[in-house]
């Protein structure tokens, strides 16, 4: 959950100027996982290549028929690979699994890349809302999908 947390932090900040807040919500996030883990809902899916961690993605529940896509990342490195949408993928295959009808997520729409994973996974925009946060004026979006 420290590498998750770190590699968020860094990696926003790097690629698009997100301060320290953002490095703190994901530190929730990760807590919130750890603290309340339901493992036959819920899923920290970690990615290693050559024995390095390069991504991760998490499921975790919203109620008993909704499931939430959280935290996807891609190292710049492995970036390319297809990695991403297996990461979603799996996402998609254990939220069928454990018996959820939907899977939802929240992004922002700068984050082109994994909007791109979520469209071709059959993900639906259904909400826009401006917002400001990490230090930016953003469009936060919720994509669902119907499993």
């Keep these: 959950m420290g590498w998750v947390t770190h590699r968020h932090g860094v990696l926003y900040a790097q690629e698009y100027g997100w301060d320290e807040r953002f490095e703190a919500l994901v530190a929730q996030i990760t807590a919130d996982f750890i603290n309340h883990y339901k493992p036959e809902r819920e899923r920290c899916i970690i990615a290693e290549m050559n024995g390095e961690i390069v991504g991760s993605v998490f499921v975790v529940q919203s109620s008993e028929t909704v499931a939430k896509l959280r935290l996807l ?17 799996e996402c998609i295959t254990f939220a069928r699994h454990a018996g959820y009808k939907k899977l939802v997520l929240w992004t922002n729409s700068v984050l082109l890349e994994a909007r791109h994973i979520y469209a071709k996974a059959g993900f639906k925009l259904v909400e826009q809302e401006e917002h400001h946060s990490f230090g930016k004026d953003l469009i936060g979006e919720t994509w669902e999908l119907v499993l």
Excluded: I, T, Y
């Design 73 to 89: 990342l891609v190292e710049p490195k492995a970036r390319g690979f297809g990695l991403g949408s297996r990461l979603v993928q």
